[in-house]
């Protein structure tokens, strides 16, 4: 027996918070949409530490700011750093930001499972159709463009959804982001592997920067260590796919084994327990995550967050990512659907700016992990600019211009490493001077975000931020050459005013 065929204007696969974001926001315009989740929430989820572009940015056009609030989520002023030629720990915090001092110069470490349910039933209430354990199965298509999907309900029935466009938010797992009929290509610069686990009773850096994430690093890679609560901690080991085969027998030994490398992070769970029973009593393992799809769009599809690209933990670029891209998906499907912009017009501008947001903290984090001194290692020897190689090149090219500007950056190739290198170095250079963190920031953190490195990866999440906070009096320039300009409500896109 055939399914019943629904009929909406966009299907959503996935509740997490790109999902959430985009449904949200196509919503709020009036749109039917129909989100489709597989599991059931609250469910576990890594990616812990926000930015504040997310908070006080994606939140406030969502309607969440006030539910975070009282959530009761640490407060997070930035992230403090064991890392580079200085032993001593330094800040990054997010105040010094252009745009980001005040009052929002803040994000939250978050429980997962509790921010993400949040931002889900936040979506339900501004009238999106959430639809928990419902994993779609297939993709309705044909060569013109994706017609919708069909996914197996609750009640274990085969359902066909037909929708305008299908939004693929369904995490790095994602089975159906082949449709954009794109390849999904993985970094080898950041190919790692990352062994997590939570423990009570851990230690706080001191106050004010008592809910920072700290990342330190150590001979095989670095460690994170993020405050969820006054007692309850995430850590995780970032290390080489080489010392994946540890991992298959005692992982629990394996990341104490790590821990114990790590001085300042081993001091800090000195007299810590790990949790052993419940959501965040098992240890877990993630790898080949570093990775970006050479194409985000085909007509009627869109990728977003984790089922497009990932970079690499260590900045929280993450729910960034996701929400940005989930943020960008609903102006261009809002401005298709309302007649305003052609489709080819409106995901060359979503396709434009994600690229280009990958492409400027893939540059910012490689030329963090190139800092870090340790000549001797393996783990950081394979993370030096100066070892890039062709498939990482290729990554990065691809990442940059979609399929069809590959042959030319090959051939200045060099000129690209050299650009990598200055900005690792200048931002080497920012660090010595910014000082430890016990260093008054002031005069001192306008180091950092004066190198162009930096500059860039906050441009746009300046912008969100701006638009979160003064709403329709925000006014933003083309990102792109030639390109649009979101709506006064920021849900659409723009021709800019000549």
Sequence with gaps: MSPVVENVDVVVVGGGPGGSTVSTLLAKRGHSVVLLEKEKFPRYQIGESLLPSTVHGIGRLLGVTEELEKAAFMVKRGGSFRWGTNPVPWNFLFAVAP????????????ERLKFDEILLRNAAAKGVDVREESPVTEVVADDERVRGVRYTGADGVQHEI????????????????????????????????????????????????????????????????????????????????????????????????????????KGFLSDATRVTEGTYGEIRTRKDYSYTNSSFHRPGMVLVGDAACFIDPVFSTGVHLSTYAGLLAARSINSVLAGDISEDRAFEEFEGRYRREFRVF??????????????????????KVTNFEATDLEAFVTLVGGVHSGEQAFTNADAMVEEFQKSSAGLADAVERTGSMQTESGERMHHLFGTPVVREVMTEMNNIQVRGVRGADAFEAPLLSDGLVPSPDGLAWTEEAK
């Design 162 to 265: 037909r929708a305008s466009f299908v939004v693929d938010a369904s995490g790095n797992r994602s089975r159906i982001h082949q449709n954009v009929r794109g390849e999904r290509i993985y970094s080898d610069f950041f190919k790692n592997i990352a062994v997590f686990g939570y423990f009570e009773g851990g230690k706080r850096l001191p106050a004010p920067d008592s809910g920072n994430i700290l990342c330190a690093a150590f001979d095989e890679g670095w460690i994170w260590y993020i405050p969820l609560s006054d007692t309850l901690t995430s850590v995780g080991a970032v290390i080489s796919r080489e010392h994946a085969a540890k991992l298959q027998g005692d992982q629990e030994k394996s990341l104490r084994g790590f821990i114990d490398r790590c001085e300042i992070v």
């Design 362 to 383: 893939y540059e910012f984090l490689s030329a963090f992990y190139d800092m870090q001194s340790n000549e001797d290692s393996y783990f950081w020897k394979a993370r």
């Design 99 to 110: 745009e980001l001092s005040g009052p929002t110069s803040y994000a939250y470490q978050v």
